[in-house]
């Protein structure tokens, strides 16, 4: 007979079966016999035997079952995998909220009276600054090499690293928590990485906002006038310092906490004001380099590190000016914080002495008390029970411990900022999920009802507006002018920024990186408020100048409203060691930049017209920025240095006073 090959229809639409829907339909069974009408059913010479179907097809048949197979258990995989991670997810985050409210929340803590009877208190903690290791920042740097990673490994504090904004932020929140009620501030020998005076002043409003919590200050009030307080319910808080010594700018910051303790054996040094210059003249001259200056302003002195042996005239009245400045700010900030009524004369005996003993500084008001150790751990037992008090009592003195102190833990600045940063991200996420649940609301009546016969209620979502803050932070170079210009084009094109905040800490840098900072600013719709911080002169100022107003501390140096320009010339130098360098310019200005060729008079004027045209420039911006004539600016400018407090009077600062946002902000770089 002849045999016939029976394809049973088309492969490829099998492989979406069921393996047993596959099995119950293929007529490619080897052993299957079709049999004879039953006619004939008893002849097996009826029976006709069907042929084995090719190789390819039973190939493609078997792996398209395996491609099913493995695409249904890997979807049902997937989606096992999903559910998983978002019950974690879900898990997590109500675990982080639990945590938070736990943290933050009222808690109460069991204590004995004299009687022996325990009863329960509310739970209040100590939150510890650890000043003597603490470095604190203008931003924080991101890949680059930190030498304090290998100085951690031989001291036996780690260096903690805090940026400004963020202390500020620690000390005003634990301000407003009722858990914390006291601060304690440790600066031991002293602090290991000591703070600019800008700085200083940020952290001290803040703890004066931590010492009168328990009041309502209008705004500003920064003369600390108690007309301008209102009462408000609660205890005050207290802060302490204590420390084995203390310098000038340690005492700056400590004294703004409502207790000083200072060591037996401790001392006080209160020297003032000190600003030390480095001059180069005689070096280069020995060496054979010369240093060619062009500047325009008097009190330009930054190249006279170049160009003097000591102070000059102008560079000398500068810096007797600024200081004078920040030494009588400071004077006043100590004197407003510890209520005393020294005049110059007993300023003038303080700086003149030399180091106060710890007796000579209690006894004149400049310091509270003298433990031989860190008090905390005896106050905090002592607030637990009535014995405990009594043994810290006799060991410290009466007076040591404040009758309003009632902690019972401590709290590391660490951890609480990380449950600060925990709360901040939980927040977001809340603020996120209403503002989903608000769309989905808004879809249909229908899904309304059924969200809220589900218990959810979306709350009212709040208006998507952003303030945007650029950190300019360090010497203006060109590197940093790109990644500046980068975050301003993308605030830019954000429609949801509604201001912006120019963070500048910088003294200046080059000219054409600031020209390309500045121009990108004047191309925002939206406003610019510049916050100083421990300097923003010459360079700095130059950005900052097109601002629709501009704040500084008291001691921030700014101003220096200057050009210079400086070519070195070291041919001599070359000579004497037998080197030669030969040009050939197609220009006579092609060598103007080259170190081994000496200054020709076209070069010379080339570098004069070129400084002096930055200069006009300078000054016409800074003239239109703050609404004033080019000749009101050649009298301020001049290149010369001003404090915040000077720079307010003469008007190149709105304010001199902290300023800081505490809105919805977004940190840009």
């Known amino acids: 007979r002849k045999k016939r090959e029976i394809l049973a229809g088309p492969v490829l639409p099998l492989f979406f079966l069921h393996p047993r829907q596959q099995r119950r339909t293929t007529p490619f069974n080897t052993n299957m016999q079709h049999d004879a009408p039953q006619g004939n059913a008893t002849s097996p010479s009826k029976t ?20 099913k197979n493995f695409a249904g258990g890997s979807f049902r995989i997937s989606c096992k995998a ?82 400004t904004k963020e202390l500020v932020d620690i000390i005003q929140k634990a301000a407003a928590d009722p858990n914390i009620s006291a601060l304690y501030a440790d600066f031991g020998e ?48 207290v802060s302490f310092a204590f420390g084995h010594s203390f310098g000038w700018r340690e005492y700056f910051l400590a004294s703004a906490f409502s207790n000083i303790h200072l060591q037996p054996r401790g001392h006080l040094a209160l020297g003032g004001t000190t600003v030390s210059n480095i001059f180069l003249r005689d070096m280069l001259v020995k060496y054979g380099i010369k240093a060619h200056v062009f500047k325009h302003g008097d009190f330009k002195t930054a190249p006279n590190a170049f160009t003097e042996r000591g102070y000059s005239r102008t560079h000398l009245e500068n810096v007797q000016s600024t200081t004078a400045s920040l030494n009588n700010t400071i004077r006043t900030c100590i004197q407003n914080s ?156 954000d429609k949801e920024v509604k201001c912006l905040v120019l963070r500048v800490n910088s003294g200046g840098g080059s000219v054409v990186s600031s020209e390309a900072i500045l121009e990108e600013l004047n191309t925002l719709d939206v406003p610019v408020i510049c916050s100083m911080g421990n300097y923003a002169a010459s360079g700095g100022y130059y950005i900052a100048s097109n601002s629709k107003r501009v704040f500084a501390q008291p001691t921030t140096l700014t101003g220096s409203i200057g050009v210079f320009l400086v070519k070195f010339d070291a041919s001599e130098w070359a000579k004497s060691y037998g080197i030669r360098s030969d040009y050939y310019p197609h220009g006579s200005q092609g060598a103007v930049h080259l170190p081994l060729t000496p200054l020709t008079q076209r070069m010379r004027d080339n570098l004069e017209r070129l400084s002096l045209g930055f200069y006009d420039y300078f000054k016409g911006i800074v003239a239109a920025g703050r609404s004033l004539t080019v000749e009101e600016i050649e009298k301020i400018a001049q290149g010369r240095v001003w404090t915040g407090e000077q720079a307010k009077e003469i008007g190149l600062v709105g304010e001199a006073m902290f300023c800081r946002c505490s809105a919805s902000i977004k940190t840009v770089l």
């Open 48 to 67: 006709r035997k069907v042929s084995h179907v090719s190789p390819v097809s039973r190939g493609m048949l078997v792996l398209g079952g395996k491609i």
């Open 82 to 163: 999903v559910g998983l991670v978002a019950a974690v997810n879900v898990a997590w985050y109500y675990y982080d909220r639990w945590s938070v409210n736990e943290f933050f929340g009222e808690n109460f803590t069991p204590t004995t009276d004299e009687d022996g009877k325990v009863t329960r208190k509310p739970l209040k903690k100590v939150l510890l600054l650890p000043l003597d290791c603490l470095k604190v920042v203008e931003k924080r740097k991101t890949g680059n090499f930190d030498m304090s990673s290998l100085l951690q490994q031989r001291n036996k504090q780690p260096t903690i690293v805090l940026e």
């Open 190 to 237: 002293g602090m290991r990485y000591p703070l600019e005076y800008a700085h200083i002043e940020e952290i001290r409003n803040a703890l004066r906002i931590f010492n009168e919590s328990h009041r309502v200050h209008r705004s500003p009030n920064i003369d600390h006038n108690p007309v301008f307080a209102l009462p408000r319910n609660g205890n005050p808080k």
């Open 338 to 493: 510890r209520a005393l009524k020294f005049d110059d004369v007993m300023w003038k005996s303080i700086f003149d002495y030399g180091s106060l003993t710890a007796s000579n500084a209690k006894e004149i008001g400049l310091v509270d008390s003298t433990p031989a150790i860190g008090p905390m751990s005896f106050m905090i037992e002592a607030s637990k029970n009535a014995k405990a008090k009594s043994k810290m009592e006799d060991k410290f003195g009466v007076d040591m411990c404040p009758t309003n102190f009632n902690a019972t833990e401590t709290v590391s600045v660490v951890e609480y900022k990380q449950m600060l940063d925990k709360k901040t991200r939980l927040d977001r996420t809340q603020l996120t999920i209403n503002n989903y649940m608000n769309r989905l609301s808004e879809l249909s009546t229908a899904t309304s009802l059924l969200l809220s016969g589900l218990g959810i209620r979306p709350s009212k979502s709040l208006p998507n507006q952003k303030i945007a803050v650029v950190s300019v932070d360090g010497n203006i170079t060109s590197s940093l002018s790109f990644r500046i210009v980068q975050s301003l084009r993308q605030i830019r094109n």
